[in-house]
Nanobody, 117 residues
């Protein structure tokens, strides 16, 4: 079973940066598809960024050019580097993992990101 733990959230001023991390355990990490989602109060959860086992990435239009997703298979960790943060980025951010040949999706507990002056 996939276990995911996010870290790195916090309070930051507009224009600032944060780096989120998500560590996975009890899996063959290199085979996982990985993603970051976020959910603000009263809104639906949305995909922010995703990365495949082969390293291909995609981003929501709202974060293109500002956020970067990456993975370090040796550390079983996926990252989300967030630059030029805006108040609209305020949300709980969740790590998602999709094992190959499985219909299951696994989620971390979430980490709060608040962008406010």
């Amino acid at each position: 079973q996939v276990q995911l733990v996010e870290s790195g959230g916090g309070l930051v001023q507009p224009g600032g940066s944060l780096r989120l991390s998500c560590a996975a355990s009890r899996v063959i990490f290199s085979f996982l598809g990985l993603g970051w989602y976020r959910q603000a109060p009263g809104k639906q959860r949305e995909l922010v960024a995703a990365i495949t086992s082969g390293g291909s990435t995609n981003y929501a239009d709202s974060v293109k050019g500002r956020f970067t997703i990456s993975r370090d298979n040796a550390k079983n960790t996926v990252y989300l580097q967030m630059n030029s943060l805006k108040p609209e980025d305020t949300a709980v951010y969740y790590c998602n993992a999709h094992p190959p040949f499985s219909r299951d999706e696994y989620w971390g507990q979430g980490t709060q990101v608040t962008v406010s002056s």
